[in-house]
C-alpha cells in the first residue's frame, strides 16, 4: 500500500478526531463558541489533508489546478477560524489585527474563484512527478505564480503576530492555566506552514504540500488540553464529592446536637422508671410482707423500660454511625412513627397535639432509613420551632 496514503489518511483521521470532540462539547456547552471555531478549524485541516492527498496522486494540470482552489479555501478555513478561536479562547487577542486578518483572507479567496488560475498560480503549465525517499511518486506543480498571492502571504505573517502577541500576553498575565501551550503549537503549525508552503509553490523545495501535517501540532496541543481538562475535573469531582460528604457529617452533627436535649429528656423518662420501680422492689424486699406477683410485676416494668432505654440508645448510635448510607427495604409508615416516638416529649412539653394519617398496605421503600428518619426528624424540628 502507498505509504503516503497511509499517512495522510492518519493525519486525517487525527484532525477529524479533534473536531469530533470539539464539535461535541459545543454541542453540551454552546455558549463557549471556541469549540465550535475549533472544530471548523479541525474538519477543515481533515478535508485539507484529502485534498492534499489528491494533489499527490493526480497527473492531469488541469485537475491539479482545480484542486488547488479547494485547498486554498480550506486554509482559509483553518485559518480565519483558528483567529477567532484564539481570539475567545485566549481573551488576549488583538480584535482589530483579527478583523484585518479576515479581510484580507476573504480578499484573497475571492480572488481564488474569480481569476482564470487559483490564488496560487495564474496558469498552470505542468506537473512534475517527483519521488519520496522510499519510491512513492508524488505531483509538483509547475507554472506562474499569482501576483495576489501576496495577500495570503501577508495574512499569514499579520497570524504570526496575532497569535505571539496573544500568547505572550497570556503568558505574561500568568492566568492562561497552560493555555499558552495551544498559543505555540499554533506558532509552529503558522511557521511551518508559511514557510514551507510558499517554497513549494516556488519550486525551491520538492516535497508535497504538508499544510495537513503542520496542523499535527494543534492537535497534540488541544488533545493535552482536553485530557489536562479531564483530569482536573475528575479530581474538582472527588473534591466536591468530599466535601458534599463532610457537609452531609456537619448537617447530621448539628441535627443531632439540636436534638441532644430531647433524646437526654427522652432517655431520662425509662431511666427514672428503673430507678423508681428499682427502689420499689427494695422497699418490697427489705418488708416482712413480701408479695412476688407485686415484685414480678416491678421487675417486668424495669425490664420493659431498660428496653425502651436500650431502643432509644441504639436508635442515636444508627444516627451516628450511619456514615455509608446503607440501603434497605423498609416501611415507611413504621419509620415515620419511630421518629414520632422520639419527638414524642418534645410535643408534649411544649404542648403540640400531633395526630397521623397512615396510609395502609404502602409498598416497601428502598432507600437509606436512617437519612429518611433524620429528613423527617428535621422538617419536624423545623415544624417545632414556628410553633
Known amino acids: 500500500m502507498n505509504a503516503l496514503v497511509v499517512t495522510w489518511s492518519m493525519c486525517a483521521a487525527a484532525c477529524m478526531m479533534l473536531g469530533v470532540m470539539h464539535l461535541f462539547f459545543w ?5 463557549v463558541t471556541a469549540y465550535l471555531l475549533s472544530a471548523v478549524m479541525a474538519f477543515s485541516a481533515t478535508v485539507n489533508t484529502m485534498l492534499e492527498l489528491a494533489l499527490m496522486l493526480t497527473e492531469s494540470p488541469d485537475v491539479y489546478g482545480e484542486i488547488i482552489r479547494w485547498v486554498n479555501l480550506s486554509v482559509f478555513l483553518i485559518l480565519v477560524p483558528m483567529v477567532w478561536f484564539v481570539y475567545q479562547y485566549f481573551n488576549t487577542g488583538r480584535r482589530w489585527l483579527a478583523i484585518a486578518i479576515t479581510i484580507l483572507w476573504v ?24 519521488h519520496t525517499f522510499l519510491g512513492e511518486p508524488f505531483s509538483l506543480p509547475e507554472g506562474d505564480l499569482n501576483q495576489w498571492r501576496l495577500l495570503a502571504d501577508a495574512a499569514s505573517f499579520l497570524i504570526l503576530i496575532y497569535i505571539v502577541d496573544a500568547t505572550y500576553k497570556l503568558w505574561k498575565r500568568r492566568d492562561g492555566d497552560q493555555t499558552w501551550i495551544t498559543g505555540s503549537a499554533i506558532v509552529v503549525f503558522i511557521l511551518f506552514a508559511g514557510i514551507h508552503t510558499p ?48 457537609l452531609d457529617q456537619y448537617g447530621k452533627a ?38 412476688i406477683e407485686e415484685v414480678r410485676t416491678i421487675l417486668k416494668d424495669i425490664v420493659d423500660d431498660d428496653r425502651r432505654a436500650s431502643e432509644i440508645i441504639k436508635r442515636i448510635r444508627m444516627l451516628l454511625n450511619n456514615e455509608e448510607g446503607t440501603r434497605e427495604y ?54 417545632l420551632k414556628v410553633m
Open 254 to 291: 448539628d441535627l443531632l446536637g439540636e436534638c441532644g436535649v430531647m433524646l437526654a429528656h427522652e432517655l431520662n423518662q425509662p431511666l427514672t422508671a428503673i430507678l423508681s420501680n428499682a427502689q420499689a422492689a427494695q422497699r418490697y424486699i427489705d418488708s416482712d410482707d413480701l408479695d
Open 199 to 246: 517554497l513549494v509553490d516556488a519550486g525551491v523545495v520538492s516535497t508535497p504540500y504538508m499544510i495537513s501535517f503542520s496542523f499535527i501540532a494543534i492537535v497534540l496541543a488541544l488533545s493535552y488540553q482536553v485530557v489536562r481538562d479531564a483530569i482536573r475535573a475528575m479530581r474538582y469531582k472527588l473534591e466536591l464529592q468530599q466535601a458534599r460528604h463532610r
Open 27 to 31: 454541542y453540551n456547552s454552546r455558549q
Open 107 to 130: 480578499a484573497g479567496i475571492i480572488i481564488n474563484f474569480l481569476s482564470p488560475g487559483s490564488l496560487t498560480f495564474d496558469l498552470l503549465t505542468d506537473l512534475n512527478r517527483e
Open 330 to 383: 423498609f416501611d415507611l409508615n413504621e419509620t415515620i412513627r419511630e421518629v414520632v416516638e422520639m419527638l414524642r416529649s418534645e410535643l408534649v412539653d411544649n404542648n403540640i397535639v400531633l395526630s397521623t394519617n397512615f396510609a395502609e398496605q404502602l409498598a416497601p421503600v428502598y432507600a437509606g432509613r436512617i437519612e429518611v428518619q433524620l429528613v423527617l426528624m428535621n422538617l419536624m424540628f423545623n415544624a
